[in-house]
């Protein structure tokens, strides 16, 4: 009876594998939606900028995300579009006026949306608390680039750095008014080939199973599939490094975390857990491989393409490493898809037992 449910708990836990990648398929990778869209190539930088008491300014996602801390004594006023007030950040705290067209417009990167009527500049302002401490984090029309479309000049001439605007944004400090000024750059973004090809490099090893003498015996499926299960699973533990690149990479609400979090830990558990059932061997090593290699392919690469070709990236990790790292989750299925063709093509033949059928094999033999 112990012999048989080796092959079982294999079963379960590949079952488990798919029923979590599944589950994270159907639902919603927001965290990661982000990663792609602040992905860009124009960066905007502040140049100027009164020096206020307690009052701090920072740029997030390429000039996307605008972030105003004031810890002093003195309100601070953002001013929407038609000048009328937008932001309070002060010692109350942040708050949203309701009546400013700017909180509507910000919702959508490109502004394409239905202001609706109670967003009047001209009444006073009604303003909503959004944050305890005097923070504030907005999407800002005025601090990034307002078309899906690169501009003319980089179109024209996509090897260098390009100037595109200057930028202004007005506030009041003490009922005094005041402006945060700052530029837009277009800048051209590395080769995504040396970053592919780092790639092919580190995950090639998966492919030196194949590698035997003309007079040398075939190797068995399980020492096949045996060094591509450590490239996967060893690419799965470095996109660990995204799960405190959640938190640090560029400001967004909790929840947005934790769920960028979850479905992350998610694929990369499917992809770990994958690449140890078939490095263990048995029946379910091949799938177990495949789904693993699937994992990292979709989760930890494909939803982050954009980062190849991008030269600003939300990260708090090296650029280069990030490109990298997106670059072996991507290449990975490839030497994997190899191997486990080559396992197929081998056929059953004479498979090596796995230590868990060699553990249930024991009393069979002595009984007998």
Do not use: C, K
Not at 200 to 210: D, G, K, R, V, W
Not at 225 to 244: E, I, S, Y
Not at 261 to 277: E, Y
Not at 319 to 333: I, T
């Amino acid at each position: 009876m112990t012999h048989l449910l080796a092959p079982a708990r294999g079963i379960f836990v590949l079952a488990g594998i798919a029923v979590a990648v599944l589950v994270t398929l159907a639902g919603p990778a927001h965290g990661h939606t982000r990663i792609d869209e602040y992905s860009v190539d124009i960066a905007s930088t502040i140049t100027a900028e009164p020096d206020l008491p307690g009052v701090e300014w920072e740029l997030h996602g390429g000039g996307l995300l605008v972030e105003a801390t004031n810890d002093g004594p003195s309100e601070l006023i953002v001013l929407g579009y038609e000048g009328e007030p937008y932001l309070r950040i002060g010692p109350e705290g942040a708050a949203e006026n309701r009546h400013s067209p700017a909180r509507y417009l910000n919702a959508e990167r490109y502004g394409d949306v239905a202001v609706p009527p109670v967003a009047d500049p001209a009444l006073p302002p009604d303003w909503i608390l959004i944050d305890d401490e005097p923070r504030a984090v907005w999407h800002d029309h005025r601090t990034h680039w307002m078309s899906p479309e690169a501009p003319s000049a980089a179109r024209a001439d996509p090897s260098r750095a390009h100037h595109v605007a200057d930028w202004r944004l007005p506030f009041t400090h003490d009922g005094d008014a005041q402006l945060l000024e700052g530029e837009m750059w277009w800048l051209p973004a590395p080769s995504p080939w040396l970053f592919l090809l780092g790639g092919i490099a580190l995950t090639a090893p998966a492919l030196l199973s194949l590698r035997r003498s003309p007079s040398a015996d075939p190797p068995s499926a399980r020492r096949m599939l045996r060094p591509a299960a450590v490239v996967v699973g060893v690419v799965a533990l470095a996109n660990t490094a995204h799960l405190p690149d959640e938190v640090l990479a560029y400001p967004q609400p909790t929840l947005d975390v934790l769920s960028g979090m979850l479905h992350t830990s998610i694929f990369l558990i499917a992809g770990l857990g994958g690449a140890a059932v078939a490095w263990r061997g048995g029946r379910v090593a091949p799938a177990a491989l495949g789904i693993a290699s699937a994992a990292l392919l979709f989760h930890q690469g494909l939803l982050h393409l954009a980062v190849l070709g991008a030269a600003v990236l939300p990260t708090s990790l090296p650029e280069a490493a990030f490109r990298l790292l997106v670059a072996a989750s991507l290449v990975q299925a490839a030497p994997v898809a190899i191997v486990l063709l080559a396992a197929r093509r081998r056929g059953p033949g004479r498979e090596e037992p796995s230590r868990a059928d060699e553990e249930h094999s024991l009393p069979e033999r002595a009984d007998a």
